[in-house]
T-cell receptor, first 112, second 110 residues
Framework: DVKVTQSSRYLVKRTGEKVFLECVQDMDHENMFWYRQDPGLGLRLIYFSYDVKMKEKGDIPEGYSVSREKKERFSLILESASTNQTSMYLC???????????FGPGTRLTVL | QKEVEQNSGPLSVPEGAIASLNCTYSDRGSQSFFWYRQYSGKSPELIMSIYSNGDKEDGRFTAQLNKASQYVSLLIRDSQPSDSATYLCAVNFPGGQLTFGSGTQLTVLP
């Protein structure tokens, strides 16, 4: 079974802090994704990566950056957290860009 | 523009009934379609994938695809209270990643 893990299930940070969310997958997938999910807005793609050190902006990249130094690990960085970044953050991986995606358990981030 | 439309619900069905969840999409060239189940507070879980017109069955779940009508559906037979969740439709648009619908909330009443 595909396993995607995320570093924290719950996280509370202060406005202005730098926040790192980490995601690791164990299935040697080429593609990894970061989404946020908010009530009424569905899943929104922040960034994705189709190879090591490669990244592409999704629909809502503002205020976020990513890093992929190793194939299995994809990090989401909030350079200066703001209250409007309070959300559920979901990482996913897939063997192909248009194929099925497998999600991690999610990180519920609260920015105070 | 890539659009995946689902009725947000909530959809309520009695235990043992058939639940029917529908999804339409905007690009006739789409080739891959997926259904995810998401329990409250949890992450989406892939339950069905379908790539060609017609029906695909897996246990109590049947996915139906009609590319000419740009329509994909999920039927859940013998619905159980444990099926109560939000169901997300996802479509692979040409040249892009998956696009997700906003989900249909299903409640199965005991």
């Amino acid at each position: 079974d595909v396993k995607v893990t995320q570093s924290s299930r719950y996280l509370v940070k202060r406005t202005g802090e730098k926040v790192f969310l980490e995601c690791v997958q164990d299935m040697d997938h080429e593609n990894m994704f970061w989404y946020r999910q908010d009530p009424g807005l569905g899943l929104r793609l922040i960034y994705f990566s189709y190879d090591v050190k490669m990244k592409e902006k999704g629909d809502i990249p503002e205020g976020y950056s990513v890093s992929r130094e190793k194939k299995e690990r994809f990090s989401l960085i909030l350079e200066s957290a703001s209250t409007n970044q309070t959300s559920m953050y979901l990482c996913a991986s897939s063997p192909g860009l248009g194929g099925e995606q497998f999600f991690g358990p999610g990180t519920r981030l609260t920015v105070l | 523009q890539k659009e995946v439309e689902q009725n947000s619900g909530p959809l309520s069905v009695p235990e043992g009934a058939i639940a029917s969840l529908n999804c339409t999409y905007s690009d006739r060239g789409s080739q891959s379609f997926f259904w995810y189940r998401q329990y409250s507070g949890k992450s989406p879980e892939l339950i069905m994938s379908i790539y060609s017109n017609g029906d695909k069955e897996d246990g109590r779940f049947t996915a139906q695809l009609n590319k000419a009508s740009q329509y994909v559906s999920l039927l859940i037979r013998d619905s159980q209270p444990s099926d109560s969740a939000t169901y997300l439709c996802a479509v692979n648009f040409p040249g892009g990643q998956l696009t997700f619908g906003s989900g249909t909330q299903l409640t199965v009443l005991p």
